[in-house]
């Protein structure tokens, strides 16, 4: 088992990224950091990260995940 799968793989990771920006864009010291962002974008590069970063990278999940938003 991979590092990424034993803490819940792409189901907790996207579940972790969207409560992150969540709490980013409702969060009145930062939101103004993120006004105007793609947070489909922001969202997607962020998942490719974390899936990438514990294990080798793996294309497929950047390939499909960057060009959203």
């Known amino acids: 088992m991979t590092l990424y799968e034993s803490i819940g793989g792409e189901a907790a990771v996207g579940a972790a990224v969207d409560e992150f920006y969540r709490r980013v864009v409702n969060d009145p010291d930062l939101a103004g950091c993120f006004a105007g962002a ?3 974008r922001l969202t997607a590069h962020q998942r490719a ?7 080798p990278l793996r294309a497929d999940i950047v ?3 960057m060009n959203t938003g």
């Open 49 to 55: 990260f974390i899936a990438a970063a514990p294990a």
């Open 38 to 40: 793609g947070l489909a």
């Open 63 to 65: 390939d499909n995940r």
